[in-house]
């Protein structure tokens, strides 16, 4: 039961800060653990590299995502969370470790 209500909690904290769709979500708990390239995060969430680019673009557009290009390679682009997407996941983060440890849904 815990982890429901933790997996109900994390939803919660994203919903409220617009972000809704399951792509969207997972992405950004794949950049809270560094920055990746946009096939990466296709591979990461099971989705093709188009489809993730438009999941980037919403992300960007919502301020929870940056792009950066590659030192050498400037043809490499790495997608990162800003301090708003580092910031929401972390909260997200908490408050399911919160729900988990008191077994009850925020």
Request: proline share 1%.
């Amino acid at each position: 039961m815990e982890d429901v209500a933790a997996a109900e909690s994390l939803l919660t904290v994203f919903r409220d800060a617009g972000v809704k769709n399951v792509a969207s979500i997972g992405t950004l708990l794949r950049l809270w653990h560094g920055p990746a390239t946009i096939t990466e995060l296709a591979g990461a969430t099971d989705r093709s590299a188009a489809n993730m680019t438009g999941v980037r673009d919403r992300l960007a557009e919502k301020g929870l995502v940056g792009d950066t290009r590659g030192g050498e390679d400037r043809r490499l682009v790495m997608v990162s969370l800003t301090q708003a997407g580092f910031d929401l996941v972390t909260k997200a983060l908490k408050a399911a470790e919160a729900a988990r440890e008191q077994g009850v849904v925020a």
